[in-house]
């Protein structure tokens, strides 16, 4: 069964940095544009970033200049550089392989890994 799995949050001060590793199985990076997406407490889930298979990406108005979302084809894994980090950005994060050009997630959500920001 594909899964994807989540790691790397973590608790950090405000400014610091955290990388978010997805790993996932070959066919379903190779196919599909993938996406972080987070979900704080009392919101619903929301986009931070995606990656097509081309490599172009796309970001949240509110982590752009401090996030950058890569994939490592040879490792099979997603990554998200978040930098800069601020007390709003406190969530369980989320990845999932997407259908390209679509909203369409392939896989059930997981787990996810909690970031916790201090101020």
């Known amino acids: 069964q594909v899964q994807l799995v989540e790691s790397g949050g973590g608790l950090v001060q405000a400014g610091g940095s955290l990388r978010l590793s997805c790993a996932t199985s070959e066919d379903i990076l190779r196919l599909s544009t993938m996406g972080w997406y987070r979900q704080a407490p009392g919101k619903q889930r929301e986009l931070v970033a995606r990656?097509?298979?081309?490599?172009?990406?796309n970001y949240a108005d509110s982590v752009k200049g401090r996030f950058t979302i890569s994939r490592d084809n040879a490792k099979n894994t997603v990554y998200l550089q978040m930098n800069s980090l601020k007390p709003e950005d406190t969530a369980v994060y989320y990845c999932?392989?997407?259908?390209?050009?679509?909203?369409?997630?392939?896989?059930?959500w997981g787990q996810g890994t909690q970031v916790t920001v201090s101020s």
């Open positions: 999932n392989a997407f259908v390209p050009d679509t909203q369409i997630a392939r896989l059930r």
């Open positions: 990656i097509t298979r081309g490599g172009i990406t």
